[in-house]
């Protein structure tokens, strides 16, 4: 193992999870001092069967107790909910599909967390994500890597992070493969070395998405129409729902009417477009409908992780995280945003969700999808 010059000051976030915790023996090994940090970002359903918060402090602080730190538990809910949640409801309620995780990340994992390490004189931070950061001589700027494990990278969810924040930041386990975290974490009798991995917005665990926005967000029934015009259905209202979505919909055994598109009178039924003004759920059948192709986005809330816009114009980006990177053209470059064109036209590019942008391994920053192309042509 790599030392990293003279012992730091290492505070870690320990979520309970395998990662977090190999993270934290790595970091032991290299001779810092470590301490552990729990950090409890949501409250009000403790109680709830959906709710791991409880189990997982106790897995966290038994990984502590094998390494042999000290681990405290911290409280940033009240932080969570007007920096992330408030968004999130917000973001649904107008109709588009946000991504919490990389807010919180922005937020609360490398603001909040970092400032209260910080404040216990910690040196730097460090988490058990997917990624790598490193120190360009050439440009004298900290750069956001992908990691290794290419089916566990994780840079699309920290493409916001800035210099100040990626200078004190630590991804130990940015250089390993999955399989050899879960390794270690058994070679070292690790108590969750086979916990399976969490999944989803923390807050809404394993319960039924609609159940858990219905609480925040009113149903506000409308027509469900086809890309002819006709209406086939009923939505529950459009906060429920996000583009290309297939499953839940209400009407997967209806037959197209007149002339069929993308597959047969069969082919299954996809969210293509949102008429907030109308209430209206536009839906096509088909995988490649050209309604759910999109050449071009517009972002805005851009962030840039090496504090400018990035010098190349012909880069890789991606539009939600499950993808595969696409070659595109940054244009259109304002102080807020900017517009990607791409060479190939992609799937269900989504208002509210990120298009994060990347040089090789380099994640160069990003921002908010606004519109796309195929928003400009309107329904008849």
Known sequence: MIRLGSPLRVVVGLSGGVDSAVTAWLLKQQGHDVLGIFMKNWEGDDNSTYCSSNEDFLDAAAVADVIGIDIEHVNFSADYKDRVFANFVREYSSGRTPNPDILCNAEIKFKAFLDHALCLGADKIATGHYARVRWNEQTHRHELLKGIDTTKDQSYFLYRLNQAQLSKTMFPVGDLLKMDVRRIAQEIGLPNALKKDSTGICFIGERPFRDFLSRYIAKE??????????????HLGLSFYTLGQRQGLG????????????GGHHAPWFVARKDIINNTLWVVQGHEHPWLLSEQLQADQASWVAGSVPDANTLTAKTRYRQNEADCVLSGISDTGFVLNFAKAQWAVTPGQSAVLYNGDVCLGGGIIESTHSDQNESE
């Open 221 to 234: 029934r409308g027509p469900i129409k086809n890309d002819k015009g006709h209406t086939i259905g009923e």
């Open 251 to 262: 009407i997967g055994g209806l037959k197209a009417q007149g002339e069929q598109r993308g």
